[in-house]
């Protein structure tokens, strides 16, 4: 079965640094990877995905998030935080099933300091 | 092009009432998705619908009911609401030839 572990369940940065959300999956074959971010009261928005090619993928509002296979990892990054990013992120795999289900973790809760 | 429409936004029940989630795509997409979110635990899927007439169950189909009887259209029935079913409820579709996901913006149900 599919799986997916986020191992911080909240993080705080300050605005301007830099950040690293983590992201494990479990999957029986080469999965398809998704960020998605959540914003208060809204819906769900695709950040990026990894179908297959470059490793390393970019993303919306300057994210960016590398495949590791070894690792069974999809980390997310942002070189430079800003205030606006605070939000909830989840990670999701899935896709090449019956019905292209998504199995989502558990989420990230990003706070940013001034 | 609205995207996924859900209605309501918030809803309170009482314990034993029945209620149904609409959730409308002009996507014209055939996969739709009902997941729910509880804080901490991630969207647990529900219930799915590859194509009109055609549903199936998720990870946590219990108390919930479906029916796709259009390409647009996918309601989820809650017969006997319970405590346990207070939850934020998301309603997504899926393009067929790619898993790119769009979400509406959800329904916060709380079963008093």
């Known amino acids: 079965a599919q799986s997916v572990t986020q191992p911080d369940i909240h993080i705080t940065v300050s605005e301007g640094a830099s950040l690293e959300l983590r992201c494990n999956y479990s999957y029986g074959a080469t999965p398809y990877l998704f960020w998605y971010v959540q914003s208060p009261g809204q819906g769900l928005q695709l950040l990026l995905k990894?179908?297959?090619?470059?490793?390393l993928v970019q993303g919306i509002k300057g994210f960016e998030a590398e495949f590791k296979r070894s690792q069974s990892s999809f980390n997310l990054r942002k070189p430079s935080v800003n205030w606006s990013d605070a939000a909830e992120y989840f990670c999701?795999?899935?896709?090449?099933?019956?019905?292209?289900?998504?199995?989502f973790g558990g989420g990230t809760r990003l706070m940013v300091k001034p | 092009n609205a995207g996924v429409t859900q209605t309501p936004k918030f809803r309170i029940l009482k314990i034993g009432q029945s209620m149904t989630l609409q959730c409308t795509q002009d996507?014209?997409?055939?996969?739709m998705y009902w997941y729910r979110q509880d804080p901490g635990m991630g969207l647990k899927l529900i219930y799915y619908?590859?194509?009109?007439?055609?549903?199936d169950k998720g990870e946590v189909p219990n108390g919930y009911n479906v029916s796709r009887s259009t390409t647009e259209d996918f309601p989820l029935r809650l017969e006997l609401a319970a405590p346990s079913q207070t939850s934020v409820y998301f309603c997504?579709?899926?393009?067929?030839?790619?898993?790119?996901?769009?979400f509406g913006q959800g329904t916060r149900l709380t079963v008093v």
């Open positions: 619908s590859v194509g009109a007439g055609i549903t």
């Open positions: 990894y179908f297959s090619g470059d490793t």
């Open positions: 997504a579709t899926l393009r067929q030839l790619s898993t790119e996901a769009f």
């Open positions: 999701a795999v899935g896709g090449r099933n019956a019905g292209n289900m998504l199995t």
């Open positions: 996507m014209n997409h055939n996969y």
